[in-house]
């Protein structure tokens, strides 16, 4: 029934910048905040940031803190991730995830590449 689409990722070189997108087919009754996870090869997924839909309330991993930026549209039921100064370490696959207000996972994206070369 919903669906997270995401979009953005890419190849960057270290420093650079990119902006992901996760747009909602519809928003559910349930969900609390939308959330951005990476998983890198050979490693577990691990939380980036999140927002919630009702305040705007952010959190960031302390690997992400004053570097990336998480925003939405609430009318676009879209969700941002704006990454600056990129480095090769954030290279992972990048999901965003509609959250309950206990922060389990509804659904996930489908994923998209972030490669950040040296």
């Known amino acids: 029934q919903v669906q997270l689409v995401e979009s953005g990722g890419g ?10 997108s996760c747009a909602a087919s519809g928003r559910a009754f349930s969900t609390y905040a939308t959330g951005w ?10 939380f980036v940031a999140d927002i919630s839909w009702i ?12 570097r ?3 925003s939405r549209d609430n009318a676009k039921n879209t969700v941002y991730l704006q990454m ?6 954030d290279t992972a696959v990048y999901y965003c ?8 996972v ?7 590449q972030v490669t950040v070369s040296s």
Do not use: C
């Open 11 to 20: 190849l960057v070189q270290a420093g650079g910048s990119l902006r992901l």
């Open 37 to 46: 996870f990476r998983q890198a090869p050979g490693k577990e997924r691990e």
């Open 97 to 104: 995830a509609a959250l309950r207000v206990t922060m389990s």
């Open 84 to 89: 600056n100064s990129l480095k090769p370490e």
């Open 106 to 112: 509804d659904y996930w994206s489908q994923g998209t």
């Open 55 to 66: 305040g705007g309330r952010t959190s960031y991993a302390d690997s992400v803190k004053g």
């Open 68 to 70: 990336f930026t998480i």
